[in-house]
């Protein structure tokens, strides 16, 4: 599995070498996380998280909903719980898989491979669907032009360019016009309909995803 880069989220040094060591005999990069405030700001190279349950400051279960605000890429518990209802809870609450310790090493990189390749499909799938391509201020959608204002297709390219993250209206809005621009972050919602609407002329498929009450991300 080349090019791949898992984030480990656990307190366990021990446990955590153990699986770097195993995982990058499998040709995935590790980054290491011992609690919330050594995750890394910036996430967008990261193509999977394994994450414990009980960590010092925040636990798992807070960690995996702050994460859920702004990424997408897959979430896998680590946890000797292993009652149903904290199962549950982590599904709920975002995880992807829920595997419980102690565990094998070859069962966890199964469960890291099907959670990895099941992204790659959906992304070919949604690829072959619907490409949408920016270049040089233009946008197209199966080769048809589509008529964009520039604030619209800022959006589309903020968007494409980061599809692994949810962004809320008032991080769209401030990542594009800064903090002390003018207007309101409301105005970020209209644009969002306006692209909408021009992108359903061209095509029935969905490009711009919401997320109720977080934002929007970038499926297209």
């Known amino acids: 599995m080349i090019n791949r880069k898992i984030l480990i989220i656990e307190d366990d040094i021990d446990l955590v070498d153990m699986l770097e060591m195993f995982l990058e005999t499998k040709g995935i990069d590790v ?31 807070e960690i995996c909903k702050n994460l859920r605000e702004r990424w997408l890429m897959p979430i896998l518990f680590l946890s000797a ?27 966890l990189y199964a469960r890291i491979f099907t959670n990895l390749t099941r ?5 070919q799938v949604m690829g072959n669907m619907h490409p949408c391509h920016l270049e040089f201020g233009v946008c197209r959608i199966n080769g048809t032009e589509i008529e964009l204002t520039k604030s619209e297709y800022e959006i589309v390219e903020l968007l494409m360019n980061n599809p692994k993250q949810i962004f809320s209206k008032e991080r769209i809005y401030d990542s594009l016009w800064g903090i002390d621009g003018f207007g309101s972050s409301q105005v970020v919602s209209e644009h969002i309909r306006n692209i909408r609407n ?3 002329q061209v095509s029935e498929e969905e490009f711009i995803k919401t997320h109720w009450g977080l934002g929007y991300s970038w499926i297209g």
């Open 31 to 61: 980054l290491k996380a011992y609690s919330s405030k050594d995750i890394p700001e910036d996430l967008s190279e990261v193509d999977l998280i394994l994450l414990d349950i009980n960590l010092p400051r925040n636990n798992g279960f």
């Open 198 to 200: 021009k992108f359903l």
């Open 119 to 123: 992204k790659d499909r959906e992304k």
């Open 81 to 107: 719980r292993m009652n149903e209802e904290d199962k549950i809870k982590g599904l709920m609450l975002g995880g992807d898989d829920y595997i419980t310790k102690p565990f094998s090493l070859e069962e």
